[in-house]
């Protein structure tokens, strides 16, 4: 659309290895970053031969970037997920409370860990967001369904969101209702 976005050039890069993040980001000098590269087949990453590539791209990868942005002076957008979370508190501080369940989750937290590191940061976190196929509302409206016919007692949403509830949560709250 000829917006700044869009008219961008599009640069590759291999956020697993740490020296081409350097160059690019040395060569691109970007005021501020938006993360969103990752490994996001959750129950994929569980598999053994899969959990060492999930830590690669969503801890390691995640390191990189942010520690390009911290030596370039680069703004830092993170998209993480609510798997760094247990489900099991209301509210959540930005990192200490961190108990995944999973490889996923442990890989996601380590992310969110890298990125805390970085001065100006801002980590989201969100689960299943929209989209084509699986997507949070989807899968909300399912679990719905199945709570109705009672085949579910309840369904409990992370609050993945520093000081407040999230979206997430109420989006979920509004298609119970």
């Known amino acids: 659309d000829g917006s700044a976005v869009t008219g961008m050039p599009y640069v590759a890069m291999d956020i697993t290895n740490e ?23 959750v129950d994929a990453a569980e598999e053994p ?3 060492a590539k999930a830590m690669k ?41 961190f108990a995944p369940l999973g490889g996923y989750g442990q890989s996601k937290a380590a992310g969110d860990i890298a990125v805390a590191n970085a001065p100006r940061h ?33 369904v409990t949403v992370v609050d993945d969101q520093y000081g407040r509830l999230t979206f997430n949560r109420d989006m979920a709250e509004a298609i119970f209702h």
């Open 57 to 97: 791209i969503n801890a390691d990868g995640t390191k990189y970037i942010a520690e390009a942005c911290r030596e370039t002076d680069a703004k830092m957008m993170y998209i993480s997920t609510d798997y760094v979370f247990d489900g099991t508190r209301e509210l959540h501080d930005e990192t200490e409370s």
């Open 122 to 154: 801002y980590i989201r976190r969100s689960s299943l967001v929209i989209g084509e196929g699986h997507n949070f509302v989807k899968t909300m409206m399912g679990l719905s369904g199945r709570v109705a016919k009672g085949e579910l007692p309840k």
């Open 19 to 41: 020296q081409q993040v350097r160059q690019v980001m040395d060569q691109v000098r970007p005021d501020a970053v938006i993360h969103c590269a990752a490994w996001t087949a």
């Open 49 to 51: 031969e899969n959990a």
